[in-house]
């Protein structure tokens, strides 16, 4: 296992590297320039050439790409991710400042969506064409199929305007996070719901599952014992991608509930074309989204040895 | 199945799921044919906007504002008093609109790159399997957000950012798909004969792979438009005042508080129209593959 972690992880900086060049580009061959982008928002309606050449100049975007690319990799490498551009702080700041914000969000949403989606995705198989079973399978095809900053939406109507039960948006108190925590982890739950029932009626089906109940094992020891941990692994694999779908939901549900998080920043820096945020914004999600992926194919490999032991077919 | 576990099965009074599910729950049976049938609906529905809508989707009515539901106007009107109904029946071929065609798009760059890179292998193959890698190590929605919100609002850099983050995925799945036909005996046959590589993919791969293709179009068609919603939510899909229901859902957001209407039926629009694609992708992956996970 720690041969597989090692030469997984080994990949991640190079990995990182080549997606750190890819944002750079990205954000130089887009149309528009910050300097004169920032210049029209702060309300000046005459831009001249001087104040725009000069802010240019400021800014360093007036040093050739490579050049450019050489000094903003070398600061991150000393962890400064240089100043906003259109409020003049130290991009480490706005972030240390955001982050817990999305991340309470974020790691709220991932909890409520395993505890919620475990256990309806077990008895859903267990009680396969049930009324339970259907009654899951409804709910979390809706799930899937419904876009969750409308649901923030109905639930700012159902629970602010006509209840009054949760404020409808801002940041603070416990009771500000459970509106969009919920909005964030229905997609995350149902998704996860859906694998696990499937994976789980997958390994049901399974001889060795008529094996262990030929012995006469009770259903529950079958279950728990034989079946689970196999019919994890699919679900525990697509959690990777649910946590990267969380990063990107996160904005959006940010942006529903005027909540103050990274992804609202990241948002109305992408408006204001404020180079060093956006930068440091999607760089970070990414090696979030990248340490997840490892993070899981720990967790995999602890679960299954044949990949622990090296065997993994590519 | 060996015949050992198939005698088990009677033995211990089999109790296999999928039988039992196919028994008790009819409708599900059918949800495929009624997955197809809302999707088909929607887009019929969408398509007929102009012979169905019952006013101008654009046309400002400042006396009508934020009128709840009338015979005149079923889904009430909007802050500019302008017909829901109408706007969601219009803003439909927008939003249709484009998921089509970034799914298209996507699809036919995956089928190029994905599928001479699984029949080519070699050195091309690492080129884009590598390009694969980096564009996967994005989380998806961070990507597109960031990529649509450069470029600048706009019809054209929603399909471009949908694009960017969907090829990738696509041409993973395309290439190992490939990999394994290719050694198919009737693609050796062939190239043996001497058919040049773009027939040999074309006519002989391409037949292939195109159920498994269907599948996964199917089911990531819902995905498509929600993505695309995502970003016209964020107002970074067609300028105003043109109708599109994520850009609707956003403008309904200063007025729902008092007209509910305004987020309700653009929403819904969406989640049928996502439902009825999951429900049929659902189906036909059950169809084609009754093995295979579903994902």
Known sequence: MGTYLLRRSLGIPPLLLSASVVIFLLLRFSPGDPAEVILAQSGEYAVDKETVAQLRREWGLDLSLPAQYGRWLGQVARGDFGRSFSTSRPVSELLVERLPATLQLTVGALLVALVVATPLGILSAVRSGGLLDGFCRLIALAGVSMPGFWLGLLLIWTFSVRLGWFPAIGSGTFRHLVLPTVALAAGVAATQTRLIRASLLEVLGQPYVDVARAKGLAERIVIVRHCLRNALIPAITALALSVGGLLGGAAVIETVFAYPGLGKLAVDSIGSRDYPVIQAYVLLMTLVFVFSSLLVDAAYSVLDPRIRLGARAQ | MTTASALL??????????????????????????????????????????????????????????????????????????????????????????????????????????????????????????????????????????????????????????????????????????????????????????????????????????????????????????????????????????????????ESRLFFARQPELMLYPGLAIFLTVLGANLLGDALSDALDPRRNRR
């Open chain 2, 9 to 250: 099965r009677v033995v211990v009074r089999d109790e296999r799921p999928r039988l039992r599910r196919r028994s008790v729950f009819r409708l599900v049976d059918h949800a495929g044919l009624a997955g197809a049938l809302l999707l088909a609906g929607v887009v019929t529905a969408c398509l007929a906007a102009p012979l169905l809508a019952p006013a101008d989707p654009i046309r400002v009515n400042l006396p009508a504002q934020l009128q709840p539901p009338s015979a005149a106007h079923l889904m009430g009107t909007d802050n500019f008093g302008r017909d829901i109904l109408s706007r969601v029946l219009h803003g439909g071929r927008v939003s249709l609109g484009v998921a089509a065609a970034a799914t298209l798009i996507s699809l036919l760059i995956s089928l190029v790159l994905g599928g001479l890179a699984g029949y080519l292998g070699g050195l091309f193959d690492d080129l884009v399997m590598r390009t694969v890698d980096l564009t996967l190590a994005f989380p998806r929605l961070v990507l597109a957000i960031t990529i649509a919100g450069l470029l600048g609002a706009g019809l054209g850099s929603v399909v471009i950012a949908i694009v960017a983050v969907s090829w990738a995925w696509y041409a993973r799945v395309i290439r190992g798909m490939v990999l394994q036909a290719r050694e198919e005996q009737y693609v050796l046959a062939a190239h043996a004969v001497g058919a040049s590589v773009p027939r040999v993919l074309l006519r002989h791969l391409l037949p292939a792979i195109i159920g498994q293709l269907a599948v996964l179009t199917s089911l990531d068609f819902g995905r498509i438009i929600l993505a695309i919603s995502a970003l016209s939510f964020l107002g970074l899909g067609i300028r105003p005042p043109a109708p599109e229901w994520g850009a609707m859902l956003n």
